[in-house]
């Protein structure tokens, strides 16, 4: 059963950077797949942050790449998001995910997203 | 503001069926692949429907999905209050170069 746990500060000062770590159990992140960063702004809907493959392959949102960095340990078996100047929207709910891989595409960026961590809340406030 | 364009809200009665849309372009629900996912109250997203019309194993076949054009669709069958949710479209755009979401739905089984 995989699993995905986030964890990191609930609480980051505007212009710091936000870190964030998932952990992952029942399954070795350097054995495959796309694993992705999504958030979810209080009352709004999902936004796809950045995804990465176990070898170090980046996908980043466009719109947050100038201040993101998405990165994995597979020693640790996890994988971490940094995003840096943070303002109050960036306030959300931060959730790590597994990109399934599919008969059609196999291992892409492009899948969507079939195991979640429970995510983290992150307060961006003085 | 989404790129996918959803309903902010359905609402039916139990034991009915209920569609709900989702929409966008042709960079993006037009030439790739839709999924679909359910968000109850206070929990993460799981995935219901992907590549169009494909159901992962252990979701059951009240939810069906389906796509025209630059459109795509998520059924579902058999209304129970437990199906009170957000449902979110999600795809990838060529243009952006990135995956991209609707805004969610909210269903409610009244």
């Known amino acids: 059963q995989v699993q995905l746990q986030e964890s990191g500060p609930g609480l980051v000062k505007p212009s710091e950077t936000l870190s964030l770590i998932c952990a992952v159990s029942g399954y070795s992140i350097s054995s495959g797949y796309y694993w992705g960063w999504i958030r979810q702004p209080p009352g709004k809907g999902l936004e796809w942050i950045a995804s990465i493959f176990h070898s170090g392959i980046t996908y980043y949102n466009p719109s947050l790449k100038s201040r993101v960095t998405i990165s994995v340990d597979t020693s640790m078996n996890q994988l971490s998001l940094k995003l840096s100047s943070v303002t109050a929207a960036d306030t959300a709910v931060y959730h790590c995910?597994?990109?399934?891989?599919?008969?059609?595409?196999?291992?892409?960026?492009?899948?969507?997203?079939?195991?979640w961590g429970q995510g983290a809340r992150v307060t961006v406030s003085s | 503001q989404s790129v996918l364009t959803q309903p902010p809200s359905v609402s039916t009665a139990p034991g009915q069926k209920v569609t709900i849309s989702c929409s966008g372009s042709?960079?993006?629900?037009?030439?790739?692949?839709v999924s679909w996912y359910q968000q109850l109250p206070g929990t993460a997203p799981k995935l219901l429907i992907y590549?169009?019309?494909r159901r992962p194993s252990g979701i059951p076949d009240r939810f069906s999905g389906s796509k025209s054009g630059t459109s795509a669709t998520l059924g579902i069958t058999g209304l129970q209050t437990g199906d009170e949710a957000d449902y979110h479209c999600?795809?990838?755009?060529?243009?952006?170069?990135?995956?991209?979401f609707g805004g969610g739905t909210k269903l409610t089984v009244l």
């Open positions: 999600g795809t990838w755009d060529s243009s952006l170069s990135t995956v991209v």
């Open positions: 995910a597994r990109q399934q891989i599919t008969l059609v595409r196999g291992d892409s960026p492009k899948n969507p997203f079939d195991y």
């Open positions: 042709s960079s993006n629900i037009g030439n790739n692949y």
């Open positions: 590549d169009n019309d």
